[in-house]
């Protein structure tokens, strides 16, 4: 119907909005890099750079795990996980960063008429199975009360009415189910543990072929040998794009244009995932449909697609549903690039991948400033800007002050902050894609992308688009706003404060700007840049030399303890701010070796 064909496409471009929003929050970027690329020809490199919340329970601890003649690994976990997530033992080092295969698929139920609790499945009414759900909760008066909800549950999975805040409404003639392929994911904790324990990127491999049981990363790997090792194997639906394009739904066949996501035909068998023969389980692609490279010279993620782990030699040939092929990359990923590969070029040292990380080069502005101060120039001859609100605003220094910006958002940078006001106005206008601020139709793109030159486009600024001048104009009423001069440093506008002491924060907001060194910050009206609530968590950069113990380097940035009186509550962060690393301390010699340490002998009974 014609209606319905309108609502589906009214909710598929709300959910790849509400989609992109909600994963453009996560993020990281991870380096390996193979003997081809490192100075000494002889060893590999690793950075790990993940992007995660600095505060609640969902941040990582630092910590080594330790039993003599079994494990010895050191690394970062999340709260109550008896194994280290990313890290490095003697001989590999390990990160991960968030994929863009989904890891699930809506299905679309048709119900019995007059039943709302059954469906169709193969023409037979199935019923749902209700399981009741009890939660204690705190109301208003602050005392506790139980609170009881009734879930139905279908053979997919459970029931849902929404997604994103998008709704999926459960009306007499048709309901939606979602079917989870880490639903019953147990394999994580064997694949983690096997981690702990490889001795190279051919270990790591066979770990993921044989467990796939990585939920929602990619893994990037390198090893003592001089290995580099990309890979997305976890447990994904086999979904195919011929399943899809068979079994989608009006709404799944607008949701899988826009992001990959298929909304399956519930009412026939026909429409189930599929299994592969090398599956480890029924309904997950094989490891033999899932890419992975490895490389001598280096391979890399910053969260777009497998394609470009090295754009040397793309990947393609694999379903939608993991990922896009021959499609535009956020500037994150293309600084990413950038860096390494003029680093591999030169010869990566620890050193060299340590300012990779944490020179806060910001692209968009690397792409665009010289564009943007000739317009700027134009205007001044005038005065003025417009803007959104329809008064003009002064032009004051800004032109000057973008003309001699450093192109970085370090402490000491001045025009980074309007310049980033300026990006977010102007990238947040154009509404073709979620992804606009790298979309092919972007109008504000002076060179339109290129898939033969991936890295390198859409770049330049099209001054004679309306939206940049006014997205400029916004940007310095942004500023007079919070009463922040237009010059101000990124040390002045963005930190954070721990016990009445303030810690000056760089680097900068990472998508849609196009800094390595993601900081997670919002403007605020008025005021200005708010605390960050996350980022560049625990960073390390892992190498080898001569001897038998790893070289490395790490930091936490928001420090390992919660506690405010704890002597490990900040001094991280202080240590972060200034850009000063911590020596990562392996092996036995080297932590006996401390200048401050304390040993607590754990003894089984």
Known sequence: MPAARIDAAKAANLLA???????????????????????????????GNPHFPWTDTERFYQAQLTIPGTIDVTGASLFGVPVVLIGHNATIAWSHTVSTAFRFTPYQLTLVPGQPTQYLYDGTPTAMQPRD??????????????????????????????????????????????????????RVFNHFLFTDMAKSTADELRILDKYEGIPWVNTIVADKTGHALYADIGAIPNVPNSLAQQ?????????????????????TSSCNWLTDKDAVEPGLFGPSHLPHLARWDYVTNSNDSYWLSNPAQPLTGFARII????????????VGLVMTADNAKRGFTLKRMQDEVFGDEQYAGMLTRSDLVSMCKQYAAVGYLPTSSGQPVAIGDACTVLAKWDLKETLGSRGAILFRRFWDRLSGSTQNTAYGYSGVTAPYWKTQFNANDAVHTPAGLNTNDPEVPTALGDAISDLNAAHLPLDVTVGAAQGITKNGVRYPIHGGTGDPNGDFNAIWTNWVAGKGVDTPSGGSSFVQVVTWGSGPCPVARTILTYSESTDPTDAHYADQTALFSKKAWV????????IKNAPVHQVTHLVGS
């Not at 459960?170 to 079917?179: D, N």
């Not at 990922?323 to 293309?334: D, I, M, Q, W, Y």
């Open 133 to 186: 759900v009890s939660v204690t909760v705190r109301g208003s008066d602050g005392k506790l009360s139980t609170v009881k909800h009734t879930l139905w549950w279908t053979r997919y999975g459970p029931v849902f009415n929404s997604i994103l805040g998008i709704p999926l409404p459960w009306t007499a003639t048709t309901a939606f189910a979602i079917r989870d392929a880490n639903a019953d994911n147990f």
């Open 17 to 47: 909005v509400g989609w992109h929003r909600a994963m453009g929050g996560l993020g990281s970027n991870a380096v390996a890099v193979g003997k081809a690329g490192t100075a000494d020809h002889t060893h590999g490199l690793l950075l």
């Open 323 to 334: 990922g896009t092929e021959g499609t535009p990359r956020s500037l994150r990923t293309r």
């Open 583 to 590: 020596r990562d301390r392996f092996c036995a010699g080297d």
């Open 247 to 267: 079994c989608n739904t009006a709404l799944g066949a607008a949701t899988y244009q826009l992001l990959g996501l298929p909304v399956l035909d519930g009412s």
